[in-house]
């Protein structure tokens, strides 16, 4: 991001009025963190789509083959959706937390 500061600026270097440049800079800041961070979340939520079908596979293929492998894998990837959950529940306690102060 910090990369694209001076691009912004250079590309409303014609105007003159300060207050108009910085509101300006502060536009394409704002759009470019919002495309990041909606990109950002479809990875995060394709990351959990796959962890969650790849827990179901191993539930169905340890109902079969119990082995110390599968129980393993399973583990693993039942604490990385649990910590997953986690952080999402503490993104929206956080959320609270700022709808709060703004509106009381």
């Known amino acids: 991001m910090a990369h694209k500061i001076p691009q912004f600026i250079e590309s409303y270097e014609y105007l003159d009025d300060k207050g108009l440049l910085w509101e300006m800079v502060k536009m394409?800041?704002?759009?470019?963190?919002?495309?990041?961070?909606n990109m950002k979340a479809k990875k995060r939520k394709d990351h959990e789509k796959i962890r969650t079908q790849e827990a179901?596979?191993?539930?169905?293929?340890?109902?079969?083959?119990?082995?110390?492998?599968?129980?393993?894998?399973?583990?693993?990837?039942?604490?990385?959706?649990?910590?997953i959950?986690?952080?999402?529940?503490?993104?929206?306690?956080?959320?609270?937390?700022?709808?709060?102060q703004e509106f009381g």
Do not use: H
């Open 28 to 37: 394409e800041i704002r759009s470019f963190t919002i495309s990041f961070a």
């Open 56 to 83: 179901e596979r191993l539930q169905k293929l340890i109902d079969f083959q119990p082995t110390a492998d599968n129980i393993n894998y399973y583990t693993e990837i039942r604490n990385q959706l649990e910590r």
């Open 85 to 100: 959950s986690f952080d999402r529940a503490r993104g929206a306690c956080i959320r609270s937390k700022v709808r709060w």
